[in-house]
C-alpha cells in the first residue's frame, strides 16, 4: 500500500508537492473513479491509477543528474517569457527528468534533476535541514561582525534565518569570496543576507548540496550522479529529518475513503477471477 501521490511521484509524474496539485485538480483518477482528496491508499499490485486518463504505470526508470547551471537560466522545465531553461541544457535523457528545487537566474552552480519524486521531496522539504553550501563574491570588505550576524541568523520577512556556516575564503577585484552554508531554501536567502548588511552580491555559486560536490563539472555541463551518490541522497530520510523527533504520525483524513474504495477494487478483482 502506497498514498497515490507517493505513487506518482515515485513515477515521475510530478514532485510529491507537484502529485499533490494534481490530485487536488481532479486530474486523477483511481480505478476510473477521479480522486481529489490527499492521503488516499493505493495498492500497486491492484489498482488502475490515471492522469488526464492516461494509465500510469510505476516502472520509469530514474534518473539522478547534476547540472552546473550557468548564470541566465530559469530552473523550471518551462517559461512563460520564452526565457532559456535548464532544461535546454540537459540532452538525451529521455525520461521526465526536473529541477530538484531551484537556482536564481542569476545564480550558477550545482543543480540536481531528476525523476524521482520522492527523493525530490526529501531534498527539498525543509525538515530534512538539507545543506547547501555556496561562494558569494560581495562589494568590499567584510567584517568579523558581519561574519558573525550571518552565523548566528539575520531577520528576513520577520524570520531569523537558522544559524550558517561563514568563512572568508579569499578575495576578488570587486571585493571578498565568502563560503557560507545554509539548511534552508528561502527566496534568494543568500543575496537577502548579505543586502541586510549592507554588502552586494556580485556573484553567487552554489557548490555543495546534500552531501553532493560540483567539483570541476564545466559550467554548463551535466553528468549523471554515482550509485554511491545516489545512494547517500536515499539516505536522507533516515538519518537528518526532523519528522523521526515527532512521537506521532496523524492517520491520513481519507483513510477511511481508501477502506470504502477499495471495495470497488475487491469486487473489480473478483469480477476478473472469473
Ligand atoms: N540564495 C540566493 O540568493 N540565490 C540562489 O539562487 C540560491 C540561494
Known amino acids: 500500500m502506497m498514498r497515490l ?9 510530478a514532485s510529491r508537492r507537484g502529485a499533490e496539485k494534481i490530485i487536488s485538480e481532479g486530474r486523477v483518477s483511481v480505478n476510473d473513479e477521479i480522486i481529489r ?37 530559469v530552473t523550471t522545465v518551462s517559461d512563460d517569457l520564452g526565457r532559456e531553461t535548464v532544461m535546454d541544457l540537459v540532452s538525451d535523457i529521455s525520461a521526465r527528468i526536473y529541477p530538484v528545487g531551484r537556482l536564481d537566474y542569476d545564480t550558477e552552480g550545482l543543480l540536481l534533476l531528476t525523476n524521482d519524486g520522492d527523493l525530490t521531496y526529501r531534498i527539498t522539504h525543509p525538515k530534512h535541514d538539507i545543506s547547501k553550501t555556496y561562494v558569494a563574491e560581495v562589494t568590499g570588505n567584510i567584517s568579523m561582525d558581519t561574519i558573525l550576524q550571518l552565523r548566528r541568523g539575520i531577520m528576513l520577512d520577520g524570520q531569523k534565518t537558522s544559524p550558517a556556516e561563514v568563512e572568508v ?84 483524513k481519507a483513510f477511511m475513503k481508501s477502506n470504502s474504495r477499495r471495495t470497488t477494487t475487491q469486487k473489480r478483482v473478483k469480477k476478473n477471477d472469473k
Open 5 to 13: 501521490q507517493k505513487y506518482l511521484a515515485n513515477a515521475g509524474v
Open 37 to 73: 482528496e490527499m492521503g488516499v491508499q493505493i495498492d500497486e499490485s491492484y489498482d488502475t491509477v490515471a492522469v488526464d486518463g492516461e494509465v500510469i504505470k510505476n516502472t520509469e526508470k530514474k534518473y539522478y543528474i547534476m547540472l552546473n547551471k550557468p548564470v541566465g537560466f
Open 169 to 252: 575564503v579569499g578575495a576578488t577585484q570587486f571585493g571578498t569570496k565568502v563560503e557560507i552554508t545554509i539548511h534552508e531554501g528561502r527566496n534568494r536567502q543568500v543575496r537577502r543576507m548579505f543586502e541586510s548588511l549592507g554588502c552586494i552580491v556580485k556573484k553567487l555559486k552554489r557548490t555543495k548540496e546534500a552531501g553532493l560536490t560540483l567539483g570541476h563539472l564545466p559550467l554548463g555541463k551535466w553528468r549523471k550522479l554515482s550509485e554511491s551518490e545516489v545512494n547517500m541522497l536515499k539516505k536522507i530520510e533516515a538519518s537528518g529529518s526532523k519528522e523521526k523527533k515527532s512521537t506521532s504520525k496523524p492517520k491520513p
